[in-house]
């Protein structure tokens, strides 16, 4: 286990000697990785930092401002993109399509954006593990989210990459960053649109944040899962008065596992899983079923696309 203190005076003083007189750029994304990252940066070089976050309109619920409020002292760049995105999946129903145009649309958001600033150097919170993935794939070099940059940076810094999760979280407690960053759940990259079947449009997307929420607040406190989440899965017949109506049919995973190769459901107490149903039929207008999937992984996977 790494010596968090002696890490990070090492990280910043790294971070200071590599940046020199340059401004530093990063996509800031609200995971413990990037967090990180940014907090180290922002003791090293202050304001010649700045983190671009990119609100794809695919966040989870509060997440911008919770960005916004937990960086409001560094130079932090909020893209508000959300139109972009929907735009650009507009028709697609297909998960690697989704995951394509989202992925190219991010990285065409953070090009335009980081030319703005000037900056010249990449600050990426690479970690160990995403160095042997990606050994032999994809080069770890100027790409963000695993997607090459069109942009010729004169260096990359990556202050994590010699850690491991685990890590990573204990030095995130070490610079002071909040519980809910340093224990945070996984969130998929393409973000909630991967939690919408078919094709992802404002409404579906309004409605699967407002779920997710629900299951977080239900959930994470009181049965530490690794991750949990809810899905929209389709319309179904519901009934709601005496009135029978077309309703979202809404599915809660909530998994155990060690690194999402594999995963177990949760077995939650029936009292648990009932409030949660109520909470969400009653809260969000248009969901008339919920359902809980018991599916391990394999053979079924941990998201729903
Ligand atoms: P699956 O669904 O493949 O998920 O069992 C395993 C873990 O990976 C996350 N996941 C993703 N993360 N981009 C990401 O950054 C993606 O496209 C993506 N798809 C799945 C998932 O949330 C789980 O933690």
Redesign the pocket.
């Known amino acids: 286990m790494v010596d968090v203190e002696k890490f990070i005076d090492q990280a910043i003083r790294q971070i200071r000697d590599a940046a020199g007189e340059d401004k530093v750029v990063m996509a800031l994304s609200g995971g413990v990785d990037s967090s990180v990252c940014a907090a180290l940066a922002a003791r090293a070089i202050g304001d010649a930092l700045v983190p671009i976050y990119v609100d794809t309109g695919l966040m989870r619920k509060g997440e911008t401002e919770r960005i916004r409020s937990l960086f409001a002292d560094t130079n932090l760049r909020v893209v508000d993109a959300g139109d972009e995105f929907f735009a650009a999946l507009r028709g697609i129903t297909d998960p690697e399509e989704k ?1 394509k145009a989202i992925g190219e649309r991010f990285i065409r958001v953070f090009e335009r954006e980081a030319k703005r600033t000037g900056a010249t150097m990449l600050l990426q919170g690479t970690i160990y593990p995403d160095r042997i993935e990606s050994e032999g794939g994809i080069k770890s070099h100027h790409n963000v989210g695993g997607m090459p940059l069109d942009i010729e940076f004169k260096g990359v810094i990556e202050p994590l990459a010699d850690l491991y999760k685990d890590e990573v979280r204990a030095v995130a407690g070490g610079l002071g960053l909040p519980p809910e960053i340093q224990h945070r759940m ?5 973000g909630l649109a ?1 939690r919408v079947l078919g094709e992802v449009t404002e409404e579906k997307i309004a409605i699967v944040r407002e779920a997710n929420a629900i299951v977080e607040e239900c959930l994470v406190e009181e049965f530490r899962p690794w ?1 949990c989440f809810a899905a929209l899965l389709g319309l179904g017949t519901g009934v709601k008065g005496d009135v029978r109506l077309h309703g979202w049919i809404v599915a809660v995973r909530a998994v155990r596992s060690r690194d ?1 190769m594999t ?1 177990d459901p949760l077995l939650l107490p029936y009292e648990a899983l009932s409030r949660m149903a109520s909470r969400i039929t009653a809260e969000i207008p248009g969901v008339s079923r919920v359902v809980y999937d018991i599916t391990p ?1 394999p053979p079924a ?3 729903y696309e």
């Open positions: 995951r996984p969130f998929p990259g393409p991967v991750q999402g995963a992984k996977t941990i998201e």
